[in-house]
């Protein structure tokens, strides 16, 4: 059997914007491979309930698990907030959330102790981030908003509309009088508006990419169960794979905006078989 330092990671998302996740794991740890699922047929989470999204993240990782994955990212910050505490004790590899490692790096780099965080419906009725930012400083005062509109404008690729700038404002206003300091883009369309949201919140606002912390956490957590890939690299074109539940060419397209790298080979899964 092929030594498991060079099996893939497994990540998934609802669609495309776990790939906001992905691009941030190729570049900081280049020699790993990933395989990708973007669940385009049954997205958005954001609004689903609690069960609906532990019973898609199940199937998943399933299919994921077909792939010889070594570890898991669940990329999506709704399925991190709503089903990850449920999977991790069914798993015998390691898998992590994005939902922890963007909430600690807030709880620690704030000065004043106010932090707003940006989401998806659910994830703000999780009540996640603000746990976990409890839990790393207790005297933190945490300001929740969900932005639903988000998500969709960057599909369409609008982000730097002035439609777009318009709806920023409408959501960020309030928690521009709350006096933050610390804003976490929690959600993984959202960085793609980091523009828009620093131009709203001002130079003294830090931004919370929860991608980039998670990316650094994986790289720990792998050297630390000892499944980090030591360098040997795959023949280019074999390095990536990405799957989807629907709308492959569509999810393509999108894709290549953000990663310019292999998504051409984009396979459909029927994920209710899993
Ligand atoms: N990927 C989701 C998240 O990070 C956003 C899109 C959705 O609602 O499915 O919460």
Same mark, same amino acid.
């Given at each position: 059997? $092929?030594? !498991?330092?060079?099996?893939?990671?497994?990540?998934?998302?609802?669609?495309?914007?776990?790939?906001?996740?992905?691009? @941030? !794991? #190729?570049?900081?740890?280049?020699?790993?491979?990933?395989?990708?699922?973007?669940? *385009?047929?049954?997205?958005?989470?954001?609004?689903?309930?609690?069960?609906?999204?532990?019973?898609?993240?199940?199937?998943?990782? %399933?299919?994921?698990?077909?792939? @010889?994955?070594?570890?898991?990212?669940?990329?999506?910050?709704?399925?991190?907030?709503?089903?990850? $505490? *449920?999977?991790?004790?069914?798993?015998?590899?390691?898998?992590? +959330?994005?939902?922890?490692?963007?909430?600690?790096?807030?709880?620690?780099?704030?000065?004043?102790?106010?932090?707003?965080?940006?989401?998806? @419906?659910?994830?703000? $009725?999780? &009540?996640?981030?603000?746990?976990?930012?409890?839990? &790393?400083?207790?005297?933190?005062?945490?300001? =929740?908003?969900?932005?639903?509109?988000?998500?969709?404008?960057?599909?369409?690729?609008?982000?730097?509309?002035?439609?777009?700038?318009?709806?920023?404002?409408?959501?960020?206003?309030?928690?521009? $009088? *709350? =006096?933050?300091?610390?804003?976490? #883009?929690?959600?993984? %369309?959202?960085?793609?508006?980091?523009?828009?949201?620093?131009? !709203?919140?001002?130079?003294?606002?830090?931004?919370?990419?929860?991608?980039?912390?998670?990316?650094?956490?994986?790289?720990?957590?792998? @050297?630390?169960?000892?499944?980090?890939?030591? =360098?040997?690299?795959?023949?280019?074109?074999? #390095? &990536?794979?990405?799957?989807?539940?629907?709308?492959?060419?569509?999810?393509?397209?999108?894709?290549?905006?953000?990663?310019?790298? +292999?998504?051409?080979?984009?396979?459909?899964? %029927? !994920?209710?078989?899993?």
């Amino acid at each position: 059997m $092929e030594d !498991i330092k060079y099996a893939p990671i497994g990540v998934f998302d609802s669609g495309v914007g776990g790939l906001t996740v992905a691009r @941030e !794991i #190729m570049r900081q740890i280049p020699e790993e491979r990933i395989v990708y699922f973007g669940d *385009t047929a049954r997205v958005p989470y954001g609004s689903k309930s609690k069960e609906t999204i532990i019973r898609f993240s199940r199937q998943i990782i %399933h299919f994921l698990r077909t792939k @010889e994955v070594k570890a898991v990212v669940v990329a999506c910050n709704t399925a991190s907030a709503l089903a990850l $505490e *449920t999977l991790q004790p069914e798993l015998d590899i390691p898998i992590i +959330g994005v939902v922890t490692p963007g909430a600690k790096v807030a709880a620690n780099t704030t000065k004043n102790g106010k932090i707003g965080v940006i989401a998806t @419906e659910s994830t703000i $009725e999780s &009540h996640l981030y603000t746990k976990v930012i409890r839990q &790393h400083n207790p005297r933190a005062q945490v300001f =929740g908003k969900a932005c639903p509109l988000f998500c969709p404008l960057v599909e369409e690729g609008w982000l730097k509309d002035p439609v777009t700038v318009e709806v920023a404002t409408r959501y960020l206003n309030p928690l521009l $009088e *709350t =006096g933050i300091d610390t804003l976490v #883009m929690g959600c993984t %369309h959202y960085p793609l508006l980091r523009p828009v949201l620093r131009q !709203i919140m001002g130079e003294k606002v830090n931004l919370v990419n929860p991608a980039y912390e998670t990316a650094r956490e994986l790289k720990e957590l792998l @050297e630390q169960n000892g499944l980090a890939n030591d =360098g040997q690299r795959p023949p280019e074109g074999t #390095m &990536h794979r990405f799957y989807v539940s629907d709308a492959a060419n569509k999810f393509r397209q999108f894709a290549n905006t953000i990663i310019p790298y +292999g998504v051409d080979t984009t396979q459909l899964v %029927h !994920i209710e078989d899993y």
